[in-house]
């Protein structure tokens, strides 16, 4: 902006004048300083003078000069004067004739003004306006104050006489003075203020009002807002005054402004009317001549422009804008034509800078107003405008002039940006927008908001950055046109104008002075950075900043910023970008050739003659420090694969390798004097070395250079054709081996590159990957013709070498499957087929078996676990022996597999050379014996102990009076594949509360009973076993074999031998015997002889805990029946207790033989009829009662505990059919035989 | 002749909305396609000559600055594909959309006074969102490359299927009114 007057730039503000704020000159001859006041008291702090000083800074301070003052608060501009400054003369008579119209002196009219002719606005207008003439006049006047003893004592004294005279003289004075101002004030409709500045004391004398009254109509000040008293005060209260003097005197100052306004609209109305009548009045041939006045497009400028500068002094920013931009469009009709304005005059420059003003002011205006985009849109409409004037000028876009006239456009709209957003301006975000989605518009003004959804990209106002950039761009342009005429103007000698002033300009300094503060603009506008702080408009930003080092010949500053561009752009892979970047700069040269090409043919080896030129003629700064050009971070040059035939290999072995390097195929570099390839293996510091073999000649595309068997440790050289062809490929062949397990694998290589005293390295990093496809490596078979195929095993850019793994033979015998409860043997047998000794260690590992309640256990030696044995050391073996080591297992629960993992690792002498064999073994295991158990319960015989008998009370009285006994029934079978020799059986008695074992049959045979169990064979036992049932009944009683069967054998081993002797062990079932309340047992003889009694008994037993059975029992003689009865057919038994019994007894005599049916007993108990539900019974058993079970003792056998219900329904169904023989539940045949010896005699 | 073939067919495909070649004139310069890893995939200078690619690569590359700090601020929201205007530079207006993929497509309008409507925008994008995944769905592109390979490199500058895509991308600103139609063939 400094390139403009600021005074058509600045924000205008009412402009008040202020006189008497003069810093009186120190001290002694102070007259204001009172006599009665200490001598001490120091100037400064007399009240007076400070009172000055701070009137002076809090006036000036209350507005200062700027460019961006959007506020419209009521304060003005202060321009400290003399109290009798003297105002520019307003109009004044042409000299030659005093009674033509005056003008003002600024006028084109008039003849010693510098806008004589025909000039529109000079700066010096405003500057008049704002420092010359003011709206408003504050003269601020100490008061006169009697001396002290003047002063009367008390208000009741009278006024000392003199006193009265001399302050009425003395305001006369003063009168005088302020009404001479007055009147040249009031000349100009400038409001005149007095302030009077008085002490505090002052304030109170009840003469004041006289005084002043007498001042004011003396002096002809206003009534309004003209007289202020002032006496010295804080700080903050003067603040409060000089707020409400501005208040009152800031109406006054809008109607100076408006009169002027309405005075120059006047004026312009009077022109406009004029003007159609308007006849050129000089130079009516057309010469230009000097004295051509002002033409009336130009009035139009100058009224307009002066009405715009009155609003904007009255704070009215609309009209000031309306006005500004009425002069702006009369302005671009002047410039529209070359007969008004005609280009490169001072005129013309001088419109050209008020154009150029006027639009920033507009461009300000509608900032101020939020209007980004109309105030973007002027900017732009000026520069596109003003460039369609400068081609007509002949100042188009390829003279510098033009792009110094655009940069600087930009500059001051980036500047004013700048201003703005520091204070007040927020600029808008453009965020997008997103159009409703799908909602299928169903009205036309719905439609119509759709289309109207978008921007004007070119109206969107971005930050101050993007306009320094585009400012800094355009000082490029203006430097390069400004080279292209120095070219010309060399040629031809030529003086063009302004060329010697451009010559002095420093272009770059100025672009970089521009990019410099885009770029800082940029980044404080760019809320992300990536990752080191660099956004990617900054970078591009320093791209240019470099460019326009690189352009100045400051090459290492362009270095540096290219090296921390490249790093971006390289990362992300911008190649396009990048060479251009790498491309100007020199030293990076070798990198191009890397990255290559430009699409033109014609380039066609142009970078590696850059190269050799630069090498040629250049001298290294160091002659034994070779440069190297590290690409790692780039684009290597060769595209590099490596290939080994094998991926693993032993010690010892040869692996051949393939190392191939291809030359891109669009840059050329055949040229490049390579002198030499140093190939660097992980396993050896010294590298492999190619030669150039100057002899050599490049034939076709692929080149083979075999290094043939490559000791370990020793650098090979050889000789080889370092030259590539376009695309050509040089393929470095040989075998490596490893004397100790590693990864072979090339680490790097390093070309070399001679020329004169340069050496250049070149690292290649096998890893590093040239854009474009990627393809697997793959093997060259044969040169000519060339034949490249991939491995079978893939891509192997590195071989593993490891030791030769130790020939161990392992193998395990046992006889499968295994028994349960057997120690079962499994014999390891390790052969050493290696031609090495070998330590053996071995460890066992035995999975959790899955199988229930197994517990599983392996022994070796005395080690036991149930997991894992670790770290058996089975010692070395010697070539050709076996060694053998016994593992046990022991397997209980069930069947199943049993998993064991075996590890046998093996060292060799040498340290580190281990291997291991791992082995899984799965053992089948059974179980070598089945047993079946079968059990039936039997009530008690014999008769109960009765209720009263105290015996049953005792502790240990075992009562079985319920419970009664069972059977058990073992029956063991050798199921397994293998033969038993057992032993001993014998049953364990583990005699319990409930159950105790009276008997069995082993109890007598126990050791008799060694013999060999094949497969298939079967063994039984039988055993008693008395039961005692709780009082109360449970719902499952459930009771525990009292004992368990133990069998000791051993496994009879395929050849005859025996195994080691085991212990199987299989305990009794579990006995749930039955229960029932109310039971009748019938004892019966199994056989009788005809015609002798016998005699059948019933045992009724009430087993109820608590309920006394009502019972009556029914002898059902059947006409079939063969047996006459003796006893009661019916009868009711007494009431039975709980826990006893009642015996009942009849005498039968058979009179047929064979098998007889015994007559019918009948039980019923009355008492439980209730208990059984009413569904399940038939209604008539009601009356009868429940019938109860009668068992035969003789047959009796029950399985477990049944179904009370259930039992009822067997009890039934015999009773109705009329019974047969083979029910459970019936009562059996009595046989009856012939008695011989019986003679009929007895009937 | 393609640009038609474009517009009449694509109303049956659901990723190419038709883009109406009667009613945008929007002045496209240039089309840029990046990697989510924001390689550059494509950099097109569609209209204009061809010296300016370089220009179009700048203002690509500058423009992932602009998507970046976009995607930043909508962070919390659900990101909107097209992110729109994203700066205007010298004569050039630069456009953005990301795909759910996060591939940036950006596009380069040249400067007028006119609004660009936001819709007109967005159809472009679909349609080269569209070319893009077509050119990329074919299963061959990985059929000499590593599998490991980022696909990144699927649209290798160069590869046969490269050019395939590019002609894709020419239709699309055939359609825009960018390119004269007789340049198909």
């Known amino acids: ?104 002196p600024l006028s084109p009219l008039t003849p010693t003004s510098p806008l004589h002719p025909d000039g529109l606005i000079a700066p010096i207008w405003v500057r008049k306006h704002t420092t010359l003439v003011p709206s408003v006049f504050v003269v601020f006047i100490r008061l006169y104050e009697s001396p002290p003893h003047h002063m009367p004592r008390s208000p009741l004294d009278q006024p000392h006489p003199d006193r009265e005279a001399e302050e009425r003289r003395r305001d006369a004075e003063m009168s005088a003075e302020i009404a001479l101002r007055k009147k040249s004030t009031s000349e100009r409709g400038i409001k005149l203020t007095v302030v009077l500045i008085a002490s505090r004391k002052m304030l109170d004398d009840p003469a004041l009002d006289t005084r002043l009254t007498f001042i004011r109509r003396q002096s002809g000040l206003d009534y309004r807002a003209a007289l202020f008293v002032l006496s010295p005060v804080s700080p903050g209260e003067l603040n409060e005054f000089i707020k409400s003097l501005q208040q009152a005197l800031y109406e006054p100052a809008v109607d100076y402004y408006t009169s002027h306004s309405k005075r120059v609209r006047r004026k312009r109305n009077r022109h406009a009317q004029a003007a159609s009548a308007y006849v050129l009045p000089v130079s009516p041939l057309g010469v230009a001549s000097p004295t051509r006045p002002l033409r009336p497009e130009g009035w139009t400028v100058r009224y307009e422009y002066k009405m715009a500068c009155f609003a904007e002094f009255r704070g009215e920013f609309e009209v000031a804008l309306k006005h500004y931009q009425d002069a702006y469009s009369s302005l671009l009709m002047m410039f529209g034509s070359t007969a008004i304005l005609p280009p490169r005059t001072k005129r013309w420059a001088e419109a050209k800078v008020l154009a150029d003003c006027i639009n920033l002011k507009i461009c300000k205006l509608y900032l101020y107003n939020n209007e980004h985009a109309l105030a973007l849109s002027q900017h732009t409409i000026h520069s596109r405008r003003f460039s369609d004037f400068s081609r007509g000028w002949g100042i188009g876009d390829e003279t510098f002039e033009f792009w110094s006239w655009i940069a600087r456009q930009h500059r001051v709209f980036a500047e004013l940006l700048e201003h703005g957003t520091s204070s007040t301006l927020i600029l808008p975000a453009h965020k997008a927008a997103i159009p409703v989605p799908a909602a299928a518009p169903s009205g036309l003004a719905e439609l119509d908001a759709l289309r109207v959804l978008g921007l004007n990209p070119a109206n969107a106002l971005q930050h101050p950055g993007f306009y320094y950039y585009m400012a800094a761009q355009a000082t490029e342009r203006r430097r390069a046109q400004f080279f292209a005429m120095l070219e010309s103007v060399e040629a031809n000698g030529a003086n063009l104008p302004g060329f010697a002033n451009e010559k002095k300009v420093d272009h770059s300094g100025i672009a970089l002075e521009l990019y410099t503060k885009a770029y800082e603009l940029f980044k404080k506008h760019s809320p992300l950075s990536n990752g080191n702080g660099q956004g990617r408009l900054t970078l591009r930003i320093a791209g240019r900043i470099a460019g326009t080092y690189y352009a100045a010949g400051k090459f290492d500053m362009a270095v540096r910023f290219f090296e921390r561009i490249a790093k971006t752009y390289r990362r992300e892979r911008w190649g396009t970008m990048l060479r251009p970047l790498l491309a100007t700069c020199v030293t990076i040269l070798v990198e191009m050739l890397a990255h290559g090409i430009d699409e033109d043919e014609d380039d066609d080896g142009i970078l590696q003659e850059d190269l050799l030129a630069v090498l040629k003629s250049t001298v290294p700064s160091s002659h034994e420090e070779p440069l190297i050009v590290d690409l790692s971070d780039s684009e290597p040059i060769f595209a590099t694969s490596i290939i080994f035939w094998t991926s693993t290999a032993f010690v010892g072995d040869r692996v051949a390798f393939q190392l191939s390097l291809t030359a891109p195929h669009d840059v050329a570099i055949s040229a490049l004097p390579f002198a030499s390839l140093a190939i660097y293996f992980s396993h050896k510091e010294e590298p492999v070395v190619v030669h150039h073999d100057a002899d050599a000649v490049v034939s076709g595309k692929v080149q083979r250079v075999d290094f043939g068997d490559l000791n370990p440790g020793i650098g090979a050289q050889a000789k080889g054709c370092l030259r590539w062809g376009k695309g050509g490929t040089i393929v470095f062949v040989g075998t490596v081996s490893s004397d100790v397990p590693m990864t072979l694998a090339i680490k790097r290589a390093v070309l070399a590159l001679r020329e004169g005293n340069w050496t250049v390295e070149i690292p290649i990093d096998p890893a590093a990957v040239r854009d474009g496809p990627v393809s697997n490596p793959k093997w060259l078979f044969n040169v000519d013709p060339i034949k490249f195929a991939p491995l079978r095993d893939g891509s192997n850019d590195h071989v593993t070498v490891h030791y030769r793994p130790h020939r161990l033979r392992v193998s395990m015998t046992h006889q499968s499957p295994a028994y349960l409860d057997e120690e079962y043997p499994i014999i390891i047998s390790i052969t050493n087929e290696d031609d090495r000794p070998l330590d053996v260690v071995l460890d066992v590992l035995l999975q959790p078996a899955e199988i229930d309640e197994t517990v599983n256990d392996i022994r070796i030696d005395d080690e036991h676990s149930q997991s894992l044995i670790k770290g058996v050391a089975i010692g070395v073996i010697v070539p050709g022996t076996t060694a053998l080591k016994s593992l046990y297992l022991t397997n209980t629960g069930g069947d199943g597999d049993r998993v064991l993992d075996i590890s046998i690792q093996s060292r060799s002498p040498i340290v580190q050379d281990t291997s291991e064999v791992l082995l899984t073994l799965s053992v089948p295991t059974v179980a070598p014996m089945k047993v079946d158990y079968d059990v039936k319960y039997l009530h008690t015989r014999g008769p109960l102990p009765g209720l009263t008998d105290l015996h049953t009370y005792d502790r240990d009285y075992w009562d079985d009076r319920e419970g009664g006994e069972a059977i058990i029934r073992a029956q063991m079978e050798c199921v397994g594949p293998w033969g038993l020799s057992v032993e001993t059986v014998r049953l364990v008695r583990k005699n319990g509360p409930h159950a105790r074992v009276l008997e069995c049959s082993l109890d007598e045979d126990e050791d008799d009973v060694t013999s060999d169990w094949l497969p298939g064979d079967e063994f039984a036992a039988i055993c008693r076993i008395s039961l005692s049932l709780e009082d109360e009944t449970s719902e499952d009683d459930v009771f525990s074999g009292p004992g368990e069967f133990e069998l000791s054998w051993r496994r009879i081993l395929p050849n005859g031998d025996h195994g080691p002797l085991c212990t199987s062990r299989f305990p009794l079932p579990t006995l749930q015997p039955p229960r029932q309340s109310v039971i009748a047992l019938l004892e019966l003889p199994s056989s009788a002889k005809l015609h002798i009694s016998i005699s059948a008994h019933l045992t009724i037993r009430n087993h109820h805990p608590s309920r006394t059975a009502s019972l009556s029992v029914q002898l059902e003689p059947d006409a079939a029946d063969s047996f006459l009865i003796a006893g009661q057919r019916s009868a009711r038994v007494p009431a039975l207790l709980p826990g006893s019994e009642v015996r009942l007894a009849w005498s039968l005599i058979p009179i047929e033989c064979g098998f007889v049916r015994v007559p019918r007993f009948r039980v019923l108990d009355k008492r439980n009829a209730g208990t059984v539900s009413p569904t399940q019974q038939p209604p008539g058993i009601e009356e009868e009662g429940i019938p109860v079970r009668v068992v035969d003792m003789r047959r009796e056998e029950r399985a477990k505990m049944v179904d009370e219900a259930l039992a009822l329904a067997l009890e039934d169904a015999p009773s109705g059919g009329g019974g047969g023989v083979d029910d459970a539940g019936s009562i059996g045949p009595v046989l009856v035989l012939p008695s011989f010896n019986d003679n009929m005699s007895t009937i | 002749m393609a640009g038609n073939a474009l517009t009449s067919s694509s109303s049956s495909r659901p990723f190419s909305p038709a883009v109406d070649a009667r009613s945008i004139n929007l002045g496209l310069a240039a089309i840029a396609f990046i990697s989510p890893q924001n390689h550059p995939i494509l950099v097109r200078a569609v209209s204009g000559s061809q010296e300016d690619l370089l220009k179009y690569h700048y203002l690509a590359h500058t423009s992932l600055d602009v998507i970046d700090e976009r995607i930043a601020a909508a962070s919390k929201a659900p990101i909107e594909s097209y992110l729109g205007f994203l700066y205007a530079l010298e004569d050039v207006a630069v456009y953005g959309y990301i795909t759910p993929l996060k591939l940036k497509i950006v596009i380069i309008l040249t400067l007028s006074d006119a609004v660009v409507r936001d819709a007109d925008v967005i159809s472009i994008f679909k349609a080269l969102h569209w070319a893009y995944y077509r050119a990329a769905a074919n299963p061959l592109l990985k059929l000499h490359t590593p599998l490991d390979t980022p696909n990144d490199h699927i649209l290798v500058v160069g590869s046969p299927e490269w050019v395939s895509f590019r002609k894709r991308v020419d239709e699309v600103a055939r359609a825009a009114g960018a390119l004269p139609v007789d340049s198909a063939s």
């Open chain 1, 1 to 104: 902006m400094n390139s403009y007057p600021p005074e058509l730039l600045v924000q205008l503000a009412p402009v008040m004048f202020v006189a008497g704020l003069d810093v009186p000159p120190p001290p002694e001859s102070t007259p204001s300083a009172a006599p009665g006041e200490p001598p001490s008291t120091r100037p400064l702090q007399d009240p007076f003078t400070l009172l000055t000083i701070r009137l002076r800074d809090a006036l000036l301070s209350q507005r200062t000069a700027a460019i961006w003052q959007p506020d419209k608060s009521k304060t003005f501009q202060t321009v400290l004067v003399d109290k009798d400054v003297r105002f520019p003369p307003r109009k004044i008579p042409l000299s030659t004739d005093p009674h033509s119209l005056v003008h003002s």
